[in-house]
């Protein structure tokens, strides 16, 4: 039976969180960003709802927050064609303010190109100012960045592409330790408004909930006009954070 009170109770807020490609773009526990998201928002009071989108024409109407991951080059090759067919609609999501995350091999392809250690071209579709290229080098290790606006950011990388920011972009931070964008910047991932790219597995988000705040209170913001965040223990994530920046590189 429901009660008055229940019959009553506003409807939880939907937040749809769209995780793109995690069959192939999926590598070095980036699916944990997605649940770190389904955690944190849920801790905020909403109720997240991902949707997985593996072709475009499973992409969902109105997302409200969109998280992509990392894979090998085979991988990318398989999603490309499927990623320019969304193309348009990302670019359009991304000028409107829908909040993004893109680790890896998505961060690459989010940008206009990524051109492989053998020449071979991959078209990206132009969200994020940069492009990349493939070298003989791989870049391994823990990493530390200091940023602006999320503090001390704490990640993983491994990857061989180097990548150049263009007038349009912004760094997500400066290298502390580690390698970052390329092994001379200094820089590390790329931003553009609620759009962050970067190469920082790990997962990143549990080891960095203000990032993951920052995300979801953007959807919130653009979904339901504000956001109001409670007051969680992040008690865990310091652990994980002084755990992670103890080990070597």
Do not use: W
Not at 67 to 93: K, T
Not at 106 to 120: A, D, I, P
């Amino acid at each position: 039976m429901v009660t008055e009170s229940q019959a009553n109770a506003p409807a939880p807020r939907e937040l749809t969180i769209v995780s793109l490609f995690p069959r192939d773009m999926n590598i070095y526990g980036d699916s944990g960003n997605v649940l770190a998201l389904e955690r944190r928002a849920r801790a905020h009071g909403f109720e997240p709802r991902v949707v997985e989108v593996n072709r475009a024409a499973d992409f969902p109407e109105a997302p409200d927050l969109i998280i992509g991951g990392g894979g090998q080059d085979s991988g990318q090759d398989r999603v490309v064609a499927e990623l320019a067919e969304l193309g348009p609609r990302l670019r359009e999501l991304a000028d409107g303010g829908t909040p993004m995350l893109l680790i890896c091999g998505l961060y690459q392809l989010f940008g206009h190109r990524f051109v492989t250690n053998t020449g071979r071209e991959l078209p990206g579709i132009g969200v994020l100012d940069v492009e990349t290229r493939g070298t003989e080098e791989r870049l391994i290790g823990n990493v530390v960045l200091d940023s602006e606006e999320f503090g001390e950011v704490i990640g993983y990388e491994n990857h061989s592409g180097y990548t150049t920011l263009g007038p349009d972009a912004t760094p997500l931070g400066t290298v502390t330790l580690g390698s970052g964008n390329d092994a001379t910047s200094g820089a590390e991932g790329a931003r553009r408004d609620a759009v962050i790219g970067s190469y920082l597995h790990g997962s990143l988000l549990p080891k960095n909930p203000a990032i993951s705040d920052f995300l979801i209170g953007r959807a919130a913001e653009r979904r339901y006009g504000s956001f109001v965040p409670a007051a969680i223990d992040d008690t865990t994530a310091e652990r994980a954070r002084a755990s992670a920046k103890r080990r070597p590189r």
